[in-house]
């Protein structure tokens, strides 16, 4: 099957009202912006939904991307080939367009958005390693206002996010320290794929010693898309090949692997340990750059 059950759309031109139908038609109605994932899942009937509600008129209000001295704000509506082509956000997060040159191909990247990507809480979904390693925070908006709450606490599980009902996630925050690198690994079978196995590591350091990290891991069904083991490990230590690969183990380790027709757990283990060791390697390079 094909072809999605009989459903109704609404067109929300402002915030509020798409809040209002959210609260008004309840779990029967899902958002839609890009629709790459969404749309898919219903023609497939593995979704179903009364009520579709475009929020695409909102990209004036929530499509943006602002830098300031100790944060990055980035609206949920901002699309894939927004972040991919921002030079101010790649100089502060690498992370970002390393990630973005890799997801999908151009005809999802310019319609896909980074809402719609965290919302979808797919296991594999590479954005949500991405603010994991970075420590975002999603701010959820709903007829009471703003809440904040971590990105490492915004998935539940597969499919399954904290929004509730009659909210939406309005923008990621993410915070700014000096000294800082980062960078994103990934292996899928083709161009454009779900990854096989993917990571992406974020370094502070003074004096080549590391004060903060931080550690996503997606396709590998790491808890909260995170590393926290590896990350403790590194947190104190010289930034040195050998804290590295050990961090790169105590990952690969940690994590829980799924076999499938992507590949099995070891395999899929051995490419978590050589990515991370990549990402953490090209991470501190480039916080050991001149700004």
């Not at 109704?8 to 798409?18: K, L, S």
């Not at 004036?60 to 704000?73: A, F, H, K, N, S």
């Not at 719609?116 to 809480?121: D, E, K, T, Y």
């Not at 340990?273 to 991470?283: H, K």
Request: hydrophobic share 40%; net charge neutral.
């Amino acid at each position: 099957m094909q072809v999605p059950a009989p459903f109704e759309y609404e067109r929300a031109t402002t915030v509020d009202q798409a809040i209002g139908l959210l609260e008004r038609l309840g779990s029967s109605a899902r958002l839609v912006a890009g629709g790459h994932s969404l749309l898919p899942m219903m023609k497939l009937r593995l979704a179903n939904f009364e009520y579709l509600i475009d929020i695409n008129p909102l990209h004036g209000e929530l499509g943006y991307i602002r830098l300031g001295p100790d944060e990055v704000r980035i609206g949920a509506l901002t699309r894939h080939r927004e972040l991919l082509e921002s030079d101010e956000l790649a100089a502060a997060f690498p992370i970002f367009r390393d990630a973005e040159r890799v997801i999908a191909d151009p005809v999802v990247r310019n319609r896909g958005t980074l809402g719609g990507s965290l919302c979808q809480a797919d296991p594999s979904e590479d954005l949500s390693a991405v603010f994991a390693a970075v420590r975002a925070t999603a701010v959820i908006r709903g007829q009471d206002g703003d809440r904040e709450v971590p990105v490492r606490e915004f998935h539940l599980g597969p499919y399954e996010t904290v929004i509730g009902p009659g909210e939406l996630l309005a923008e990621i925050r993410v915070p700014v320290h000096p000294n800082a690198g980062s960078a994103y690994e990934k292996v899928a079978r083709r161009v454009g794929d779900w990854p096989i196995a993917a990571a992406g590591a974020v370094l502070q350091l003074k004096k080549r010693t590391i004060q903060r990290a931080g550690i996503g891991l997606t396709a590998v069904a790491a808890e909260h898309f995170v590393a926290a083991e590896a990350e403790d490990f590194l947190r104190g230590k010289p930034a040195t090949e050998e804290n590295f690969s050990k961090a790169a183990k105590i990952a690969a380790e940690h994590c829980r692997p799924i076999p499938d027709q992507r590949g099995p757990e070891d395999y899929k283990r051995h490419l978590v340990a050589e990515l991370t060791a990549r990402a953490l390697r090209r991470a501190a390079a480039r916080a050991s750059k001149p700004k």
